[in-house]
């Protein structure tokens, strides 16, 4: 019987996973409307699952507080008090219509291994904080990583210039919060408080189910490209003008799109590609389009393959510019860099898979995570946990009950074994 299982039937409970999952559906239905799920940073949504996430941290023994940001912290402390710590968490915002999962899974997780401590009245040679990052998504400001940045003491005060859709800044809506935007700088943490930064999430891809696996040892969050490209060519009339004579625009988009898919499958492997949106103008089905902007979102596990691919990509959509006369401008809006997961602590992680009676198996992260920002303050790792279809950002994603005990039983080992780095 694993050190989890005992504590369980210690308290009369079948597993953590029953806890966590009657948690992630109290969360999830903390929403902007019921039909949509939406839990934007700084909305009263927010704020209500802020103040129940802390009743939950206060239960499990931790002192808790909301930060300058409005991240949800809650410290459980060691054999001594003071010492540093094993952060773990994950983000409480969401996407629009979102699913219940993206977030609160780590973020809950780690709360219930924190209350399995507190039950057994065990106290460990670090202390254990968890977070529940204010924002992580980007949703309301068009910046992601608020809470994270904030904590690594590198969140560009400038954002709290930008509006919302309804005109309210950043400033305004953390005010109207009860927050100080002036006092944000009161949230970041030093290197020497921290071990290590740990999070647990979903998946949010198949590769899991693929293989059958319910938890999966993260190798590095990889980082993006994005990239606005704008194609200029000539409108005219879709009746009138030759096709020989054209610069259709919208045309040159689209075997741009192509060229982009057909590079990025015969890449190496973990090469994405996207264009997730496109606008032709003048948009009339009688017109030949003229002007077409499109995005490119490229990723990859490692900066250089990433890099490189970006560049021949932009070769390859310049020469199909070229020979269809038309006019290329492309911009690089966001890049994020590779973030690697530590190789002592991911060691100590794949340790507690194998504990637990799973295969260790290895991944990249695709999506970006709060460790993109932690790891400026801390080494970071992460567990993956399968989610059914590997659905994510979408009212369908969902993670089996069998497979949130898996990731929790993991996450309590990795902690009760954890050995900070000399």
């Known amino acids: 019987m694993s050190k989890t299982e005992a504590a369980a039937a210690g308290t009369g409970r079948s597993s953590l996973g029953d806890e966590i999952v009657e948690r992630i559906n109290q969360l999830g239905a903390i929403s902007e409307t019921p039909e949509h799920r939406a839990r934007i940073f700084l909305t009263p949504e927010h704020r ?200 259709d625009a919208l045309a040159g988009a689209s075997e741009c799109i192509v060229a982009i898919e057909e590079f990025c499958k015969t890449g190496e492997d973990g090469l994405v590609g996207t264009v997730g949106y496109i606008d032709a103008m003048p948009g009339a089905t009688n017109v030949i389009p003229g002007r077409v902007n499109f995005t490119i979102d490229i990723r990859a596990p490692t900066d250089a393959h990433r890099k490189l691919a970006v560049a021949d990509i932009v070769r390859r959509i310049e020469a199909i510019a070229k020979r269809r006369n038309l006019a290329l401008q492309v911009d690089v809006t966001h890049e994020n860099r590779t973030v690697p997961c530590a190789p002592w602590l991911k060691g100590q992680v794949a340790e507690a898979v194998a504990a637990e009676g799973y295969p260790v198996f290895e991944l990249p992260s695709g999506a970006g995570h709060d460790g993109m920002a932690m790891i400026d303050i801390a080494d970071v790792a992460m567990i993956f946990v399968r989610c059914r279809g590997g659905i994510s950002h979408h009212p369908d994603e969902h993670v089996e009950l069998a497979d949130a005990d898996a990731g929790a039983r993991v996450l309590l080992r990795l902690i009760d074994n954890f050995r900070p780095r000399e």
């Open 48 to 247: 209500t699952a802020a103040d129940l996430i802390l009743s939950w941290m206060r239960g499990a023994g931790m002192s808790a507080h909301l930060d300058a940001i409005g991240n949800v912290c809650g410290r459980y402390e060691g054999e001594r008090p003071g010492l540093p710590c094993l952060m773990l968490g994950s983000h409480y915002d969401t996407v629009r219509d979102a699913g219940k999962w993206d977030g609160p899974l780590g973020l809950i997780t780690a709360i219930s291994c924190v209350a399995d401590l507190y039950k057994r009245e065990r106290r460990l040679p670090f202390a254990i904080e968890v977070v529940g990052f204010a924002d992580e998504e980007g949703v309301r400001f068009a910046s992601t990583l608020l809470g994270s940045r904030a904590v690594a003491g590198t969140f560009v005060e400038s954002v709290l210039n930008s509006r919302d859709h309804a005109g309210i800044s950043m400033r305004e809506a953390m005010v109207q919060f009860g927050l100080d935007p002036d006092h944000i700088g009161a949230a970041a943490r030093a290197r020497r408080e921290l071990h290590a930064y740990v999070e647990l999430h979903i998946e949010q891809g198949p590769v899991l189910e693929q293989n059958n696996l319910p938890v999966g040892v993260v190798t590095a969050i990889a980082g993006a490209t994005r990239l606005a490209a704008h194609l200029t060519g000539m409108a005219g009339h879709a009746g009138t003008v030759p096709m020989a004579l054209r610069r």
